[in-house]
């Protein structure tokens, strides 16, 4: 006979927190969300932990380079998306890895030859004031001269003016050599009252230049998540399929932590997959998916270094529809934070567990991490931001951008749903949508932060692990769901936010 499970599953809407005493020194600026990522004995350190409980998911249009970088930026990690070739993807992580906070490679260059005119039309183009002016026009040539707007007078000189004869050349640059420290660059920089600072080798090629408004944005982000060499932090998607290629080139190019993606973790082939990296390479792994106890064990017992939880409750994600499995995510969650303890209990291992999907409003972060899960991954709340790697349209009076899930045609990861069979998609699990534009990833993410905080203080709690071990939760009824937005008044505009 089938085994029933005779609870419900639940999903966040249907919890909320109940305040506990909040001391005076509880406020949101003394709540800390650094939290482990990767699994650590009783009394020591995990080797990589996160400044804040943020992954962006692993998704063609999510997780990107970009994203990477400004979210590692943040305290965060994105898990750039497996979804393309081997050799594509680790080109993403080694743009992560080599990007040097504050250097930037030069994005309008020319050659001396060129004429005003020509800087014109790249300042029409791009925006930049600044323009390289480099043997071969290159980003990384050698550095003849720099032009910037006080270099030329538009009421006097000519169009067709050639740059040579109007650049700062050379022989009058301040510049910075190859080996030089962002904080040494920015010293420069203030001494000599510059806006740019040209970094060059001892063959005077250019490599990056530095701006002053970048050390400022960059010294603007204490919770950056740094390796030991000062480079963002950054992780990739793998699947059990083609992992003996993929793995080796990912570790090449430098990746701090793995993660199987699959949306049912639970089986062979991500036991192989776990062997085989952990035998063959000395980095960081996560699996998953799952929703149970069995599952948690059986990924741990090959080797996990985390777990993430989640099927089906993804906002992209038709899988319950489709083949008919999953669990409300709480429930979910619920379930394989009890058997994290059970374990930790035993073995003196912390595995930490990530809540993966159904993130809807930002409260439902607060409950995850309330619920045992160390952080969570989202695809739809980072999608639509500015550093998403989609599409900005228009549509009607609204900006959007586009989202689509890994297991729909667009994407077509079949690696994700197989279960051994036919090497492509046979059916849909996923869809194709637009989420409403939201500007900025910090902005966002400041507005978000400060709500966790404020819940974390409300409930007298200035750690995770405190709201793990403290945090008293309730079951709503579906009634008073109702009570918790505004009701039986007539609004006057919507006062919700983008979130
Ligand atoms: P959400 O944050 O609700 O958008 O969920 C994102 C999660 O949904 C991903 O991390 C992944 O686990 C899952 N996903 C991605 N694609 C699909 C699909 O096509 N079904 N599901």
Redesign the pocket.
């Known amino acids: 006979m089938a085994h029933y499970y005779l609870e419900p599953s639940r999903t966040f809407s249907e919890f909320l927190l109940i305040p506990s005493l909040t001391t005076k020194d509880c406020t949101p600026a003394n709540v800390e969300l650094k939290t482990p990522i990767t699994k650590f004995k009783k009394g020591e350190q995990p080797d990589i932990s996160l400044n804040i409980p943020f992954t962006s ?3 063609q249009s999510v997780s990107d380079n970009n994203m990477a970088i400004a979210l590692a930026r943040c305290g965060g990690i994105s898990f750039i998306y497996g979804s393309q070739s081997a050799e594509d993807q680790a080109a993403m992580v080694r743009k992560v890895k080599e990007y040097k906070a504050g250097f930037v490679v030069s994005r309008s260059n020319l050659t001396p030859e060129a004429t005003l005119q020509d800087v014109l039309d790249l300042k029409e183009r791009n925006g930049h004031s600044t323009v390289a002016i480099t043997d071969d026009g290159t980003p990384n040539g050698k550095l003849l001269g720099i032009v910037t707007s006080r270099d030329y007078r538009m009421s006097r000189d000519p169009l067709d003016k050639r740059i040579k004869d109007f650049m700062t050349p050379f022989s009058s640059l301040i510049y910075g050599d190859s080996k030089i420290t962002l904080s040494e660059a920015n010293d420069l920089i203030w001494q000599h009252k510059l806006n740019c600072l040209p970094i060059v080798d001892e063959e005077q090629k250019l490599h990056y230049l530095v701006f002053r408004k970048d050390y400022d944005a960059h010294k603007g982000n204490p919770l950056a998540l740094l390796d030991a060499n000062k480079s963002y932090i950054v992780g990739a998607g793998i699947n059990s399929r083609d992992y003996e290629e993929r793995v080796p080139a990912l570790v090449e190019a430098g990746v701090d932590v793995l993660v199987i993606d699959a ?1 049912d973790g639970y089986s062979e082939w991500q036991q192989e997959t776990l062997k085989y990296v952990k035998s063959n390479f000395n980095v960081k792994i996560g699996a998953g ?1 799952v929703v149970d106890r069995e599952g948690f064990l059986y990924l741990v017992e090959s080797g996990a270094d985390f777990v993430k939880v ?1 099927i089906g ?7 319950r529809e489709q083949i008919g499995i999953g669990r409300g995510q709480a429930s979910a969650l619920i379930e394989v934070a009890k058997a994290r303890e059970e374990y930790y209990e035993q073995t003196g291992i912390y595995v930490p567990i990530c809540s ?4 809807v409003h930002d409260y439902h972060i607060t409950l995850a991490l309330a619920m045992g899960a160390d952080f969570v ?5 980072f999608a639509r931001f500015d550093e998403s790697p989609t599409k900005k349209l228009k549509v009607g009076n609204n900006f959007v951008k586009e989202f689509w ?4 045609n667009r ?1 077509r990861n079949w690696q994700r749903y197989d279960t051994g069979g036919k090497q492509s998609l046979v059916f849909e ?2 869809v194709d949508s637009y989420v409403p534009y939201a500007g900025s990833l910090q902005e966002n993410l400041d507005k978000t932060i400060s709500k966790i905080k404020s819940t974390m203080s409300h409930c007298g709690t200035k750690s995770i692990e405190d709201l793990q071990n403290n945090a008293r939760i309730t079951i709503v009824s579906a009634t008073s769901l109702v009570e918790g937005g505004a009701h039986d008044v007539i609004m006057k505009e919507s006062t919700l936010s983008g979130e």
């Open positions: 998911a692993v998704m949306s998916n989640g409750g993804g906002s992209i994600c038709i899988t993966d999907g159904g993130i991954m989202m695809g739809r709340y899930g890994e297991g729909s994407a699990e996923g």
